[in-house]
């Protein structure tokens, strides 16, 4: 399984990577230029890089990037992830380009990359949005695989310890340690985290945007249910003349707040993209009231010009930005409490 310590030792050594926890560069208009939530971004970005360096489309970039993360043995993205409460993973995906073509895939399952096969269902069907059998059908039909039923070690691992008590208590973690409640495991045994949906947005260098979300959301979740990453609006959007942006938490309330298209919205009112997640994140706090140290909620954003930024509801969100061969850096967001 992925282990966010591990990973920022490699992410820090290796070659064309670095981590600058607590400082946001001053950076504004280059393109092109990618981002992606959280630490497991940086690995993620490289992928995409390669697309957009020798000037492919943003939409090859992001879909090629998030897949990065959907091989990984992640605790919550790909088929390594750990399984809703009766023991299935389920996942969810969407993928959004610069024509506003959008596709998505909820609760599929045994499908190992499911950004491509909702991409396919963008690309290749008159809709936007496939679930559950009918996802994996048309998956089928499309050429991918069945991959075989089961858990991978570490998810087998804690949901058999998630078993032992069985309580149904829905909820996102939060990082911020001072403030966490225990929803949900708030660390699993191998020192990750128990979300991490990858959120990508990327501009290329012909000034084009799109932007891909995968997941396999609330871990423990109940069957069926679908969080925010594959609804378009809520867990991603793109608008070529503004902007792409893409959201991680609590899904529920990222839908409640239609999310990602309150982001653009303020960003077609002419606000920075940090001002803009700024903004949306106020008005879920608004909508909590007391109840928003319960949840964590992240949005990060890219405009036209290619300046980006981000806002969490609480402490502890980073964000990965890639926009040179040397600078795939790691970003600690700001957050409101
Ligand atoms: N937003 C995802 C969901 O609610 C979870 C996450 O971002 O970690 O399914």
């Given at each position: 399984?992925?282990?966010?310590?591990?990973?920022?030792?490699?992410?820090?050594?290796?070659?064309?990577?670095?981590?600058?926890?607590?400082?946001?560069?001053?950076?504004?208009?280059?393109?092109?230029?990618?981002?992606?939530?959280?630490?497991?971004?940086?690995?993620?970005?490289?992928?995409?890089?390669?697309?957009?360096?020798?000037?492919?489309?943003?939409?090859?970039?992001?879909?090629?990037?998030?897949?990065?993360?959907?091989?990984?043995?992640?605790?919550?993205?790909?088929?390594?992830?750990?399984?809703?409460r009766d023991g299935?993973?389920?996942?969810?995906?969407?993928?959004?380009?610069?024509?506003?073509?959008?596709?998505?895939?909820?609760?599929?399952?045994?499908?190992?990359?499911?950004?491509?096969?909702?991409?396919?269902?963008?690309?290749?069907?008159?809709?936007?949005?496939?679930?559950?059998?009918?996802?994996?059908?048309?998956?089928?039909?499309?050429?991918?695989?069945?991959?075989?039923?089961?858990?991978?070690?570490?998810?087998?691992?804690?949901?058999?310890?998630?078993?032992?008590?069985?309580?149904?208590?829905?909820?996102?973690?939060?990082?911020?340690?001072?403030?966490?409640?225990?929803?949900?495991?708030?660390?699993?045994?191998?020192?990750?985290?128990?979300?991490?949906?990858?959120?990508?947005?990327?501009?290329?260098?012909?000034?084009?945007?799109?932007?891909?979300?995968?997941?396999?959301?609330?871990?423990?979740?109940?069957?069926?249910?679908?969080?925010?990453?594959?609804?378009?609006?809520?867990?991603?959007?793109?608008?070529?003349?503004?902007?792409?942006?893409?959201?991680?938490?609590?899904?529920?309330?990222?839908?409640?707040?239609?999310?990602?298209?309150?982001?653009?919205?303020?960003?077609?009112?002419?606000?920075?993209?940090?001002?803009?997640?700024?903004?949306?994140?106020?008005?879920?706090?608004?909508?909590?009231?007391?109840?928003?140290?319960?949840?964590?909620?992240?949005?990060?954003?890219?405009n036209k010009q290619?300046?980006?930024?981000g806002y969490a509801?609480?402490?502890?969100?980073?964000?990965?930005?890639?926009?040179?061969?040397?600078?795939?850096?790691?970003?600690?967001?700001?957050?409101?409490?």
């Amino acid at each position: 399984m992925f282990s966010r310590r591990k990973f920022l030792q490699v992410g820090s050594l290796g070659i064309g990577s670095f981590s600058i926890a607590g400082f946001a560069p001053k950076y504004a208009g280059k393109k092109p230029i990618v981002l992606s939530t959280w630490d497991a971004g940086i690995r993620a970005n490289k992928a995409a890089w390669n697309v957009l360096k020798n000037n492919g489309r943003a939409l090859d970039a992001v879909e090629q990037g998030v897949m990065v993360t959907e091989n990984e043995q992640n605790c919550c993205v790909g088929l390594g992830a750990n399984p809703d409460r009766d023991g299935y993973v389920t996942l969810d995906a969407s993928i959004m380009d610069e024509f506003a073509n959008c596709g998505s895939v909820a609760c599929l399952e045994r499908i190992k990359h499911p950004i491509s096969v909702a991409r396919k269902v963008m690309e290749n069907t008159p809709h936007v949005m496939l679930v559950g059998q009918g996802a994996q059908q048309f998956a089928l039909s499309q050429g991918f695989t069945l991959e075989k039923d089961g858990l991978s070690e570490g998810a087998e691992r804690e949901y058999k310890k998630w078993l032992q008590k069985s309580e149904y208590k829905p909820g996102i973690n939060r990082e911020n340690k001072e403030n966490q409640i225990a929803a949900a495991p708030a660390r699993l045994s191998d020192g990750s985290w128990n979300h991490d949906t990858i959120g990508m947005i990327a501009l290329d260098a012909n000034g084009n945007l799109s932007g891909s979300c995968t997941t396999s959301g609330m871990g423990f979740k109940m069957r069926g249910r679908v969080g925010d990453s594959p609804i378009i609006g809520a867990g991603l959007f793109v608008d070529n003349e503004v902007g792409a942006v893409v959201a991680t938490g609590q899904g529920e309330d990222i839908i409640r707040m239609g999310g990602a298209h309150t982001v653009m919205e303020f960003m077609r009112q002419g606000l920075s993209p940090e001002m803009a997640c700024k903004k949306a994140i106020e008005r879920l706090l608004k909508i909590k009231g007391s109840k928003a140290k319960e949840i964590q909620a992240c949005m990060i954003a890219i405009n036209k010009q290619g300046t980006y930024g981000g806002y969490a509801l609480q402490k502890g969100f980073n964000y990965a930005v890639c926009y040179a061969d040397d600078k795939n850096i790691l970003v600690d967001s700001k957050f409101l409490i």
